[in-house]
């Protein structure tokens, strides 16, 4: 489906597993939210009552080993980029992700279920223009030999990623990627997280990675890929690396009309840049999709179309 407005979910979906880094069985569910709410995620099963936090870059209390989400009274979620992607690569505007433990459930360490979710609860369009952050001009952060950039471009939202491990086996990859829903479904969405034996057993060590097991990711050691089944993809560790990105950009709050780059980069660099870019209002403005016109009286309006089937937005009067 192609919109120029927004959209949401026509009803609920839940999916259950266990957090990656905690061990502990979670239940998550996605659901319809009003126009112009963005993600809104609910914690639930708390002793004082549910929470409720706006998935946006300033809800971002940490990033070393996953995107965390959380407010002044500390954490609320973990591991959330990889739903972040899957409704924001499924071109979803608003929903309620409503989570009982206190991290998203890894699943199979892809995006791969959260799709199949919003398929389940299917895509409802709203009566509201579809909303943009378009980039003005390019804006780059650099951490030692790592880097990441937004640039503005005009064939939707791009995102190219270049991994660089030293582990032999993963070594140097890079993907590529004009995302729209077809494209993310096909190419991103079943790429797992991935990690170094070596590292695993460190974290396991710190009290992390509890859940972390063959069946929600990939692993190596410095000879061999450790998993029987093998890759879904030859380049499933720089897919994967690309699926992150697009969940940490998604707390942009409105899709990114650009496109991202990055450098040997993770979760604290897509943040970094993602601040840095919203930091300063002359990085970016925000732009309005013009619906598609049917012909008049015989003669076709022309509309230049973006990546995606997108209508180019109209350009009024800068709105937050």
Known sequence: ?????????????????????????????????????????????????????????????????????????????STAEHVLAALRGMGIDNATIEVDGPEVPIMDGSAAPFVAAIDQAGIREQSAPRRFI????????????????????????????????????????????????????????????????????????????????????????????????????????????????IGDLALAGLPILGAYRSMRGGHKLNHSVLTALLADRTNFRVIEAEPARRAVRGHAEAVTRLAGGMVAPAYGPDMS
């Open 1 to 77: 489906m192609k919109f120029s407005r927004q959209t949401t979910l026509r009803s609920q979906a839940t999916v259950t597993g266990v957090g990656v880094h905690s061990g502990r069985p979670a239940t998550l569910s996605i659901g319809p939210a009003s126009i112009d709410a963005g993600y809104i995620f609910v914690r639930s099963g708390l002793d004082g009552g549910d929470r409720e936090i706006q998935a946006n870059a300033k809800s971002v209390v940490a990033t070393e080993l996953a995107t965390v989400l959380g407010d002044s009274d500390g954490p609320l979620v």
């Open 134 to 245: 378009q980039v003005l001009k390019p804006v780059r952060v650099s951490h030692g030999d790592s880097f990441g950039e937004l640039r503005p471009y005009t064939g939707g939202f791009r995102v190219e990623v270049d991994i660089d491990f030293a582990n032999p086996v993963i070594g140097q990859q890079n993907y590529s990627l004009g995302v729209e829903p077809e494209a993310f479904r096909r190419e991103i969405a079943r790429a797992r997280t991935f990690g170094c034996m070596s590292d695993v057993a460190r974290l396991w060590e710190m009290g992390y990675a509890l859940g972390a097991s063959f069946e929600n990711s990939v692993v190596f050691d410095d000879e061999r890929l450790l998993n029987a089944e093998g890759l879904r993809y030859a380049d499933e560790c720089a897919r994967h690396k690309l699926l992150d990105a």
